[in-house]
Structure formats: structure tokens, C-alpha cells
């Protein structure tokens, strides 16, 4: 886990704790994994599309513009030459204990970026509900 050592996010800056989770996690999981949403909630929103569900078609479009976003994060990293551990390096016994160590607030910050990707589109959702 070479480099991985004072990763912590120092600024609460959505970024900032985007970069941690990507580093921590390993930029091919995250690129895979988010790359993955993204197509399946373009798939879900297009069928509520041609099912004439406007709504739900702007949630999931929503939800696939987020994982794109974090894809666009994963490749500037990668781009700029940053390093990023393995799975198997950060959930190992060993890696565990540096994790909980070093990034005390690291399930705090899962929780923040959920959040943040999530509230906006409920609240539209909510919002177009009433208006209908």
C-alpha cells in the first residue's frame, strides 16, 4: 500500500473524498463498477422513457449522469499518474487496520458522497411528483 500513507482527505470537499474512495478502492474497481451503473441506469431510464415515464426516465438519467461523474474522477487520476491500491490490498487483514487507522472518517465520508449523489434527484423526484 505504497503511498497510500496521509491519503486523508484533508478538505471535506466532495473531490477531495471522491479521491480517497477512488484511491483506496482502486481506480479499474471503481472505473468498472461506476461504468457498469452508469449503463444500466441509462438502460432502466430508457425503458421508462419509451414506457412514456418522464419522471423515472429523469431519476435514472440522473443516477447515470452521477456514475459518469466518477468515472470522469477516476480518469483524471489515472491520468495524472496518481496510484491507487488494490481490493485485495485495502480489505486484507493488514490493509483493514491501516484504513481504519489512517481514515477515521472514512464510513462518514461514504456516507457523504451517497448522499450527495442521491438528495438531488429524490428531491426532483418528490418535487414532480407533486406537480402531476
Do not use: D
Not at 38 to 60: D, H, I, K, Q, T
Not at 106 to 123: D, E, K, N
Amino acid at each position: 500500500m505504497a503511498g497510500m500513507k496521509n491519503l486523508m482527505a484533508k478538505k471535506n470537499t466532495m473531490r477531495a473524498l471522491l479521491y480517497e474512495h477512488n484511491i483506496l478502492n482502486g481506480f479499474w474497481f471503481v472505473l468498472i463498477e461506476f461504468l457498469l451503473v452508469a449503463l444500466v441506469a441509462l438502460f432502466v431510464g430508457g425503458a421508462e422513457a419509451v414506457r412514456g415515464n418522464v419522471l423515472w426516465s429523469g431519476a435514472w438519467l440522473g443516477i447515470a449522469v452521477n456514475a459518469a461523474a466518477i468515472c470522469a474522477t477516476v480518469i483524471g487520476q489515472m491520468r495524472r499518474g496518481e496510484r491507487s491500491s488494490s481490493l485485495a490490498e485495502t480489505y486484507s487483514g493488514k490493509g483493514r487496520e491501516m484504513v481504519a487507522r489512517e481514515h477515521p472518517g472514512l464510513l462518514w465520508h461514504t456516507l457523504q458522497i451517497t448522499a450527495a449523489c442521491l438528495v438531488p434527484f429524490l428531491l426532483a423526484v418528490l418535487t414532480l411528483r407533486e406537480k402531476s
